[in-house]
């Protein structure tokens, strides 16, 4: 079955079962390499996107739910997003870049919700985005320099 959203603001079809993944959707037929497999299961945020504004796991978004949906990968985020990879690279938050895409949607996300962040509450948001590679306390510095505390 067909199911029609859009992806980047692209208008997009694919066929696919209602139990597929939207990960899997996203690196298979639609070619899209930003969202990142990991858990599988909703716990690292490699796979982040933003499902109608807000950021999900696109490993736990079944096909079903996307008909009529907004979709937003890393490559979709226009300023917002370029503005958040360079604040991680230049906060050496980003050594093999596995979870920068995951990581710059979820700050993105958080730049768009949570216009005047309590100390801490940014991180808070940010805890599910795991980071193999030990980056962290760069991401902490990223949120600090976004966000002007974190
Ligand atoms: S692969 Fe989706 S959250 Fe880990
Ligand atoms: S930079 Fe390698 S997993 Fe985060």
């Known amino acids: 079955m067909n ?50 504004g807000a950021p999900v796991p696109s490993c736990l978004v079944l096909a079903s739910r996307l008909e009529g949906a907004e979709v937003t990968t890393v490559d979709g985020l226009g300023s917002d997003g370029v503005t958040v990879l360079h604040a991680l690279a230049d906060a050496g938050a980003v050594q093999c870049g596995y979870c920068s895409a995951g990581m710059t949607v979820a700050i993105v996300g958080a730049l768009r919700t ?20 030990g980056g962290h306390e760069g991401l902490r510095r990223a949120v600090q320099a976004l966000f002007g505390r974190g």
């Open 3 to 52: 199911r029609h959203f859009s992806l980047d603001g692209r208008p997009v079809a694919v066929d696919a079962a209602g139990d597929a993944r939207l990960l899997e959707l996203l690196r298979g037929p639609l070619a899209v390499t930003g969202p990142k497999p990991g858990c599988g299961i909703g716990r690292c945020g490699a796979c982040l996107v933003m499902v109608d």
């Open 114 to 133: 949570v216009p005047r962040p309590e100390p801490g509450a940014v991180l808070e948001l940010l805890e599910g985005q795991l980071c193999r590679c």
